[in-house]
């Protein structure tokens, strides 16, 4: 089973099309492994992406050189990953 | 059993076909089990179909959970279902509409995907096909319908989340949809529900034009997110695919519209980011109940307008 021990989602904020573009161009970067939970658009509307534990610091240090605005919002999935297994064991013992 | 089932949890692929037998044998003929095909990995695709009676009636279509890993849309569908259930003969909405619409929901669109999530890869998204001069699998269902085919916003690389497939069509999963959907002729509204990210959308997502119907569909979605706010104050914005997220090729809501079904929508159910496709479960039921609302605002005004 696929874990995801450290990978992060990032929330990305674009302000021009040349922004855009750049994290568009992450697509196409294959070795990067980046999944887009929310696909770029257009600026102003937010960009998620999944980005796996071995290239979060080497994302981020892209998006900071490039003056791209991000934030954090998990900061470890398999954390909440397990917290739903959790969930779900503890639902399929509790007596209906 | 479907009255002591918990809708508050996610639950298994497994559980959700075992809901469905014991929903329909404890629905009083309301509800019926169509299996309108088989996925790549052979597993049945079933629809629950809300009928009281009458021949080739006007229908409602909804699916729920086309993505694999959008977690809450099955879920929501649930409790849609056991809310129809238990509304019908006591709701007058719930009930003008059964009496005179058939209603057809798919509860887990894309099983084998579903399933992946379940035992492999939470965050898989695709379906679970092999194609020929590619070892990456799947293709991404809402890409690969007859509505500009390949065209921007979809990817022609297999290993990419939305690539498009080799063909229209390619997909089982689809493939069932649309020769169901064909086949009946009769299908006035069709929605598909998806997460995250607070959306309800209309056609076009592959062209800039705006559907012939735009205003009333713009009238209608407002209608129906003013609703939905009511319930929880959850926010949702409103408009085509195109304008109000991003070009997308080959999506099912559009190939309806061109289909000439009219109220065609799509649902982009909560949050807007803090979790993502991990909503937690104690919001499942919160979720539904919006849901539910909004869905019924459109399903209302598709009883009250017929075409």
Known sequence: QKTFIGDQVLRITVNNEEQLALVSSLQEQEHLNIDFWLEPSKPLLPIDIQVPREHVQSVKALLEFNGVSYSTLIEDLQALMDEEEKEMVLSHHKER | N???????????????????DSFVASSSGLVSK?????TFENRPIYVLRFSTGGVNRPAIWINFGIHAREWISPATSLWFANKLVSEYGKDSSVSSLLNTMDLYLEIVTNPDGYSFTHTNNRMWRKTRSNHAGTSCKGVDPNRNFD??????????????????????NSEKEVKAIVDFVTNHGNFKSFIDVHSYSQLLMFPYGYTSTKPKDYNELMELSKKSITALASVHGTKYRYGPILTTIYQSSGSSIDWAYDQGIKYAFCFELRDTGRYGFILPANQIIAT??????GLM?????????PY
């Open chain 2, 2 to 20: 479907s009255q002591t089932f918990n809708y508050a949890s996610y639950h298994t692929l497994d559980e959700i076909y075992t809901w469905m």
């Open chain 2, 34 to 38: 169509l299996q309108i095909g088989t």
């Open chain 2, 147 to 168: 509505a500009n085919f390949g065209g921007p916003g979809a990817s022609g690389n297999a290993c990419s989340s939305t690539y498009y497939g080799p063909y229209v």
């Open chain 2, 288 to 293: 539904a109940e919006e849901t539910y609302v």
């Open chain 2, 297 to 305: 605002e459109i399903l209302d005004h598709v009883r009250l307008n």
